[in-house]
Nanobody, 112 residues
């Protein structure tokens, strides 16, 4: 059964850091590229970052470039999103995606 499970969200102060995890089952990381998306209240879902199936290529949205880092651990079949220098506008539900498959999301709230 193909499944993506996000974790690591929470409440953090502006300037803080969080690391999100996307644990994958049902396929290995070299089969699909993995993307992180987010959806803030009242807004459309937007792409944040992605990593290729080989792990050799990454991309970032302009709003997070230089602050967020996507990575993966093949042994754990898990993709991470390290988020530093968080801003209130990063508040959203964060989802990981592979092809047509989505996780349930993890909430990130950046607030003082």
């Amino acid at each position: 059964q193909l499944q993506l499970v996000e974790s690591g969200g929470g409440l953090v102060q502006p300037g803080g850091s969080l690391r999100l995890s996307c644990a994958i089952s049902g396929f290995t990381l070299d089969y699909y590229g993995i993307g992180w998306f987010r959806q803030a209240p009242g807004k459309e879902r937007e792409a944040v970052s992605c990593i290729s199936s080989s792990g050799g290529s990454t991309n970032y949205a302009a709003a997070v470039k230089g602050r967020f880092t996507i990575s993966r651990d093949g042994a754990k079949n898990t993709v991470y999103l390290q988020m530093n220098s968080l801003k209130p506008e990063d508040t959203a539900v964060y989802y990981c995606n592979a092809y047509v498959y989505w996780g349930q999301g993890t909430q990130v709230i950046v607030s003082s």
